[in-house]
């Protein structure tokens, strides 16, 4: 049988390298970046990947806690809600009841932790399937942000305000140095900690993962309401970022962050994904995005090359899976 | 709290004559009126220091050729297809302007604000939009202004500052002046209509029957005023609404009033229904796919709308006169080709003119 193992034919080094999903996403995104950079003179610039950095923190800060969930073969739909429904109430504090403009960040960030502990709650302790859960908050929180919101919108901030979602350090912009840490943070403890074992663990198989005595439910809990706060964070950066609150902000966010963490190679059914693949995704997404509309191509099309993007990569990932033997 | 605070601000800016103002009609708002010239002639433009924002060093392009993308509120709905093609009509006319259009699928501002931005990098001369949200867009259109590029509005404003010009397809008393002129062709002077509006607070509707009512009582003092109903933008609703009007007053409605682009349709359901075309008008806003099916059956006569062709047009000509430097702030009008020129107004906005009303003539022109 040994001489029919695909295996055989490549050099084991080579192999173990070639095979990982997350090489050939960038490979893919290194294809692209050197394409779309040959079409135009404006897109390979400093500025304008900084500027696209921007563009994409709140996507790729929400798509991290969105790993985790998918991993344990969970699904946050109600994100771009709770994104909205912080939106909302920042500015509702502020301006309607009057708290200063730091404490109502507080509130609002407090208030989209629970919104997700709640998804997290019924979950666990009532057994709603995630996808139908999350689908009733998606239209729960949005309900609540317009009723609170009466389709008025706050705008007027102090100039601090703008900081995070405007200003730069050190020539980058704030909120990237934010998706930064953000970033490296997630992907340390997914790797390297027993949080993050026993995310693929109940992502592989719950049942086991209960018999061994893992707390499943206070885990599944935390994952949701750190999905819910960094919705809420989002929100924060995006009000500062276009400078008022509406109550139809972050309407389909759900969609591209879920499409940026299935890219990135986490399988829908759980058990397996990585925070360096879902960066990779949000990158590649925002970067194909961002280069398709400089060279010409219209906005229609582009979310066709996104979603043909999306099915290629998965079918690669899926064949190499397949010669690699492994499931 | 609000409606003290408009209250106050009315009174003090009517000062003592408006102690001797009647009351106004349900649905109307108080804040100060400006009805038209019964004739037709222009209003009194209102002096007003220009307050648009101004590009940084822009490059010289008078004569030039003009590269401008243009970015609706969304795609591929009959409204803005129609702006677009005002565009391409006046770059063709003009001959060195070239404008393509593009923006998100859904109205959505988020995506506006990354299309500006990648037209931004991408490197144009002019950005056209129609704002999602006023405040939102601002910033975004400060960084195109920043970097020297040409910013108009049109449809939808943004914050004045974040944009050069705008071009505003109508005023309140121009379409006051229109709805009740098309009325009173229709009933006669003496005849009496009832309104179906939205609700008594929504901004426009409240501020169009307040100039309907003031223009009424300056040109067509006779005719009288049944009822306001509220329905919402609700397709039953408005048709129920409209329905109990009908057998409410009988013989006594001569005419309705459909103030928003569901109320009116509904009304001419209702008339329909009740068998009732050609004793009870319809006069309303509406856009042409709703009330065709009415006004070819000849129920309804006159659907008053702004024309979106026009209002394209207008907007690349602006840029045109923009980029040649032949409209400046301070200036009062601004030739637009074949709309002849175009009047400023409220500082640095461009008046489209008189709203535009479709009829049995024209009405399959347009296709929103």
Known sequence: ?327 | MRKTLIFALSVGLMGGTALAQEQRWDGADDLPVNPLDCAGAPGEVAAKPYDGGQPNNPPDLAGKELVLVDVPKLIGIGYFNATSKGMQLAADELGNVKVTTDGPTKANIDEQITFIDNFITRGVHGVLFAANDPVAIAPVLKKALDKGIHVIGYDANAQPDAREWFVNQAEFNGIGKALIDNMAAEIGEDGSFAIVTSTFTTPNQARWIAEMWAYQQKCHPNMKWLETVEAQEDNILSFNQATTLINKYGPELNGLFGMTSVATPASAEAVTQAGKCGEVAVVGLATPNGMRPYVQSGCVKSVVLWNPVDLGYAAVHVARAVADGKLKPGDTQVDAGKLGTLPVVNGSEILLGPPFVYNMDNIDEFDF
Request: glycine share 12%.
């Open chain 1, 1 to 327: 049988m040994a001489t029919a193992d695909p295996r055989a034919a490549m050099p084991g080094r080579l192999h173990g390298l070639m095979l990982r999903h997350e090489m050939v996403l960038a490979a893919i995104l290194v294809a692209a970046l050197f394409v779309l950079s040959l079409q135009t003179d404006r897109f390979l610039t400093t500025d304008n990947l900084l500027n696209q950095g921007r563009l994409m923190a709140e996507i790729g800060l929400i798509a991290l806690p969105m790993t985790y969930i998918i991993i344990t073969a969970g699904i946050d739909l109600s994100v771009g809600s709770i994104m909205g429904l912080c939106a909302i109430m920042l500015g509702y504090g502020w301006k309607n009841l009057g708290l200063p403009l730091e404490l109502s960040i507080a509130l609002s960030l407090l208030i989209g932790t629970i919104a997700g502990a709640v998804n997290g709650w019924f979950i666990t302790r009532v057994r709603v399937p995630p996808l139908i859960m999350t689908l009733a908050t998606l239209a729960l929180y949005r309900g609540l942000a317009e009723g609170i919101s009466q389709a008025r919108s706050v705008r007027g901030y102090p100039d601090w305000f703008f900081v995070l979602g405007q200003g730069e350090l050190l020539g980058v912009p704030t909120q990237l140095w934010l998706l930064l840490v953000a970033t490296v943070v997630a992907a340390v403890v997914l790797a390297r900690t027993s949080f993050g074992r026993m995310l693929y663990a109940i992502g592989s198989n719950e049942t086991a993962a209960r018999f061994s005595g893992l707390p499943v439910d206070r885990c599944k809990i935390a994952i949701y309401a750190l999905s819910g706060f960094t919705a809420g964070l989002a929100a924060w950066i995006f009000v500062s970022r276009v400078s008022t609150t509406r109550s139809d902000m972050g309407t389909g966010v759900e969609l591209d962050v879920i499409a940026a963490v299935v890219l990135g190679g986490t399988s829908i059914f759980g058990g397996t994904g990585t925070i360096l693949g879902t960066a990779l995704g949000v990158v590649l997404v925002q970067l194909l995005k961002n280069g398709l509309a400089l060279t010409g191509v219209k906005g229609d099309a582009t979310i066709v090359v996104i979603g043909s993007v999306l099915i290629l990569s998965i079918l690669v990932s899926n064949w190499l899976r397949a010669r690699r033997g492994v499931d």
